[in-house]
T-cell receptor, first 114, second 115 residues
Framework: DAGVTQSPTHLIKTRGQQVTLRCSPISGHKSVSWYQQVLGQGPQFIFQ???????GRGNFPDRFSARQFPNYSSELNVNALLLGDSALYLCASSLLNRGTGELFFGEGSRLTVL | GDSVTQMEGPVTLSEEAFLTINCTYT??????LFWYVQYPGEGLQLLLK?????DKGSNKGFEATYRKETTSFHLEKGSVQVSDSAVYFCALSAFSGGGADGLTFGKGTHLIIQP
């Protein structure tokens, strides 16, 4: 069975540009979460979507947005990129809408902002 | 806010040594606690979890007990192998009832096992 897939795996952008990252969850999983992992730090929660609705949001500015599609895949958008947005962006899927469920992570999209 | 503190790495041990990675947390309510592991070149994966006080999570020889009185969830293994070399993350989920909450992770502990 396919795990969580993310694209692109690596990308380079310049300050002020916009980026879209994509995620396909494990088949049957209806919840998708996004995390930002800066080098040397643990992942930080950005968003969770369940059944196409936003169910949770971390402490990130409005430049970050996301959506979930009818097939449960998801996109994360970041506008007006800053150097500090350089990070590994992780997508995770799960069966449940609750935090007691197990998260299955993809390998991430590494974003470099120059 | 919620937070997780785990011991800084890297932690270097010889094969068959005893492992402890300390993790303490701050949270309101009654969080669920997790250990995730990231092997080289792979994505994060759940190692074990505990959802209430005094629960013991275990997997692959690793164990951790949810200690509410000390707000701790230390990871232990009696005899480590070279294949255990990875980055270990302690995390909590403080589900607040009104909707899903994300996981709060610690900074991670890089474990290196030498043959």
């Amino acid at each position: 069975d396919a795990g969580v897939t993310q694209s692109p795996t690596h990308l380079i952008k310049t300050r002020g540009q916009q980026v879209t990252l994509r995620c396909s969850p494990i088949s049957g999983h209806k919840s998708v979460s996004w995390y930002q992992q800066v080098l040397g730090q643990g992942p930080q929660f950005i968003f969770q979507y369940y059944e196409k609705e936003e169910r949770g949001r971390g402490n990130f500015p409005d430049r970050f947005s996301a959506r979930q599609f009818p097939n449960y895949s998801s996109e994360l958008n970041v506008n007006a990129l800053l150097l500090g947005d350089s990070a590994l962006y992780l997508c995770a899927s799960s069966l449940l809408n609750r935090g007691t469920g197990e998260l299955f992570f993809g390998e991430g999209s590494r974003l470099t902002v120059l | 806010g919620d937070s997780v503190t785990q011991m800084e790495g890297p932690v270097t041990l010889s094969e068959e040594a005893f492992l402890t990675i300390n993790c303490t947390y701050t949270a309101t309510g009654y969080p669920s606690l997790f250990w995730y592991v990231q092997y080289p070149g792979e994505g994060l994966q759940l190692l074990l979890k505990a959802t209430k006080a005094d629960d013991k999570g275990s997997n692959k020889g690793f164990e951790a007990t949810y200690r509410k009185e000390t707000t701790s969830f230390h990871l232990e293994k009696g005899s480590v192998q070279v294949s255990d070399s990875a980055v270990y993350f302690c995390a909590l989920s403080a589900f607040s009832g009104g909707g899903a909450d994300g996981l709060t992770f610690g900074k991670g502990t890089h474990l290196i096992i030498q043959p």
